[in-house]
């Protein structure tokens, strides 16, 4: 009598990694938890507002998400592909590797916050805060920029 023996070398895990993959995604931005700005404004409305301007025409667009994640998206999509790689070749996981992407990603974007200078404060505006960096008040905007990984535990 001849008996089969079924050895896993590691594809049970490789199907794991490969659906916790599909369910897997980092979030990067200001998050709606982030600490208020001065006046109890969220944070969150604060950043769209800096991002995509105001209704009213008073504050000007001045992109630095959509702007940071353009210029990276190259980057991120090559580290990610070589991250996920290395997932399914046993060396890491899909929470670490979204962690990696994600860490680069807001250190971008906090990183063009403080680069913008275009289009300018207004006079009064820089009289008022004593900067003319148009995207940095207290800080508060940069410091809430942060990831999050969800879906891959």
Do not use: C
């Amino acid at each position: 009598m001849t008996a089969v023996r079924d050895i896993d070398r590691g594809w049970d895990r490789i199907k794991r990694d490969l659906a916790a993959m599909k369910k897997a995604s980092v979030k990067v931005g200001v998050q709606e938890d982030a600490p208020p700005a001065e006046g109890g404004t969220s944070m969150a409305l604060v950043a769209a507002v800096n991002e995509f301007g105001s209704d009213d025409g008073h504050v000007p667009e001045r992109s630095f998400l959509r702007s940071a994640v353009d210029a990276g998206r190259n980057r991120y999509l090559q580290d990610l592909a070589k991250l996920l790689r290395g997932v399914v070749a046993g060396r890491g996981s899909v929470h670490r590797a979204l962690s990696i992407i994600g860490a680069g990603m807001q250190g971008d974007i906090q990183k063009r916050i403080v680069d913008v200078r275009e289009p300018p404060n207004a006079e009064s505006t820089i009289e008022a805060k004593g900067s003319s960096n148009p995207l940095i008040d207290t800080g508060g905007m940069r410091q809430s920029v942060r990831y999050v990984v969800e879906g891959a535990d």
